[in-house]
């Protein structure tokens, strides 16, 4: 069973962040945020980390892999409102697996304080769309590159 707890990410050699402003569209009747938003707000942080690290989707595409979601988990502290605005905090997560993991935090501009917090994890699959259970070349020098 998943912890409830907020995972400690001081240790995050890689990190970026994202601002957000929540729309009318992204609230409910009550004008807090509909909790699907999130899922957008961490694809929005992911794309974020993968243009100023090198690991967009697209440089995954293009070395012939597709990296899609197969875990996500996300936690939430206290409520997003309509016209709110915050900033997502995304942590790359090291790991010996074939995978791209990644946790991540909302806080507040106003006061910084903590909103929700997450976790992904994606897999490799090949142009076939099979489970990739080794770790693409392209990936091991990215690792090498930014993490040695």
């Known amino acids: 069973m998943k912890s409830r707890r907020k995972p ?3 240790d995050a050699l890689l990190c970026a962040s994202c ?3 929540v729309r009318f569209s992204e609230v409910d009747s ?3 945020t509909w909790h699907g938003s999130y899922v957008l707000y961490f694809d929005d942080a992911r794309e974020d980390f993968g243009r100023r690290w090198g690991l967009d ?6 070395n012939g892999f597709y990296a899609p979601i197969v875990e996500l988990d996300f936690r939430f502290v206290k409520p997003l409102l309509y016209g709110d605005t915050a ?6 997560k090291e790991t010996h697996s074939a995978k791209i993991v990644f946790d991540y935090e ?3 501009d106003k006061n910084d304080e903590l909103l929700a917090f997450g976790h992904s ?5 090949d142009r076939e769309y099979q489970l990739v259970p080794y770790t693409p070349e392209f990936y091991r020098k ?4 930014h993490l040695i």
Do not use: A
């Not at 989707?57 to 293009?62: A, E, P």
């Not at 994890?121 to 699959?125: A, C, D, I, S, T």
């Open 8 to 10: 400690d990410n001081s």
């Open 19 to 21: 601002p957000i402003k």
């Open 30 to 32: 009550v004008q807090i």
């Open 57 to 62: 989707y697209m440089t995954i595409f293009n």
């Open 87 to 92: 900033r997502v905090d995304i942590f790359y």
């Open 106 to 108: 909302i806080h507040s």
């Open 121 to 125: 994890v994606q897999v490799f699959l």
């Open 142 to 145: 990215w690792k090498e590159e």
